[in-house]
């Protein structure tokens, strides 16, 4: 592997977590502020600080993670199978995703529908993210 082709492959993972780390601030938020709003305990604005800023932080955490797991595996297909690259990208995004939803909402039936939600919309933005964080990887001067 030549020194070009490792940046551009680490380019395109750094895309990938990237896109991760701000979909998952941005879930998290809506999701840490939804969760909080609800408990009368917590004043709107209480809701929104804590509720939002912490949501974003840990979204943040496990997207640019997730970025970076899907990245990884992306890019070794990503030249000889562009729609499987992207497949892998979006499955592995909403299956982690799932699971940490699950991790922090807990396992139970009644929370079942948001935690597919939460893949099915992780999965939707990788989807829609992959050719934005795959470019640097498919660049005509690589060798086949």
């Known amino acids: 592997m030549t020194k070009d ?3 551009r492959r680490w380019a395109g993972t750094a895309r990938t977590a990237t896109a991760g780390a701000l979909i998952g601030a941005i879930g998290g938020a809506v999701a840490g502020t939804s969760s909080l709003l609800s408990d009368d305990g917590f004043s709107t ?3 929104l600080f804590f ?3 912490f949501g974003a932080a840990f979204g943040a955490l496990f997207g640019v ?3 970076a797991v899907g990245g990884c595996l992306a890019v070794h297909v ?4 562009v ?4 497949t ?3 499955v592995c995004s909403g299956v982690l995703i799932a699971l940490a939803t699950a991790w922090s909402l807990g396992p139970e039936m009644g929370r079942l529908g948001w935690i597919v939600l939460a893949g099915v919309v992780a999965s939707t ?3 829609l993210c992959a050719p934005w964080c795959l470019r640097p990887l498919r660049a005509a001067d690589l060798p086949a």
């Not at 990503?78 to 199978?81: A, S």
């Not at 729609?83 to 992207?86: E, F, I, T, V």
């Open 51 to 53: 509720g939002g800023g």
């Open 5 to 7: 082709e490792y940046r």
């Open 88 to 90: 892998l990208l979006a």
């Open 65 to 67: 993670g997730t970025g």
């Open 45 to 47: 604005g209480a809701a």
């Open 125 to 127: 933005a990788a989807w």
């Open 78 to 81: 990503v030249r000889r199978h």
């Open 83 to 86: 729609l499987l690259a992207r």
